[in-house]
């Protein structure tokens, strides 16, 4: 199985910061990464696929990069409601496979 | 607009059944692949099963293979997961997803509780 870890696991941050969060594959995934957001209750929400690709009405204050083994999801800045758990997600080959999550705090 | 409505959660003892179905609405079904992923009370999100459009690839979590069967009735826009010997792990929110490749609408979950 590919194994998807992400970090940090929980991030402290402001209104208004940039946020880098990492997600690495244990083997090669080309561009084969997603990347979600989820909020208490609610259900994953996608935000970016293949890597780089914005969801359609997704801000675009959010980015996808990376290729291979490597990716990062950015937040150029932070507003009141991108507060929440962000999890990466490989579609390479099965099983699919999730990070950990990241949570995101005030 | 697209939909995806789960339904068919509750409380069950361990080694009960359950089935658990999803009807979709505002995209063409038929054509779309499907995913079932949980999630346990205060864990992260674990995928289950995937189906193809006309469930004839079917792949299955190495967790509930064997135990559950993913299905669906393209005439009925539904999907379903039939679980059967079920533990106390497979406690979770489980969601159906439609998937593109990666899964870009979701349903709002259906909670499973096992516990006697």
């Known amino acids: 199985d590919i194994q998807m870890t992400q970090s940090p696991t929980s991030l402290s941050a402001s209104v208004g910061d940039r946020v880098t969060i990492t997600c690495r594959a244990s083997?090669?995934?080309?561009?084969?990464l997603n990347w979600y957001q989820q909020k208490p209750g609610k259900a994953p929400k996608l935000l970016i696929y293949a890597a780089s690709n914005l969801q359609g009405g997704v801000s675009s204050r959010f980015s996808g990069s990376g290729s291979g083994t490597d990716f990062t999801l950015t937040i150029s800045s932070l507003q009141p409601e991108d507060f929440a758990t962000y999890y990466c997600q490989q579609s390479y080959r099965t099983p699919i496979t999730f990070g950990q999550g990241t949570r995101l705090d005030i | 607009e697209v939909q995806l409505v789960e339904s068919g959660g509750g409380l069950v003892q361990p080694g009960g059944s359950l089935r658990l179905s999803c009807a979709a609405s505002?995209?063409?079904?038929?054509?779309?692949?499907m995913y079932w992923v949980r999630q346990a009370p205060g864990k992260g999100l674990e995928w289950v099963s995937r189906i193809d459009t006309d469930g004839t690839s079917i792949t299955y979590a190495d967790s509930v293979k064997g135990r559950f069967t993913i299905s669906r009735d393209n005439a009925k826009s539904t999907l379903f997961l039939q679980m059967n010997s079920l533990r106390t792990e497979d406690t979770a929110v489980y969601y159906c997803?439609?998937?593109?490749?990666?899964?870009?609408?979701w349903g709002q979950g259906t909670l499973v509780t096992v516990s006697s």
């Open positions: 997803a439609r998937v593109l490749g990666w899964a870009d609408y």
């Open positions: 083997q090669s995934i080309t561009t084969y």
């Open positions: 505002g995209f063409t079904f038929s054509g779309s692949w």
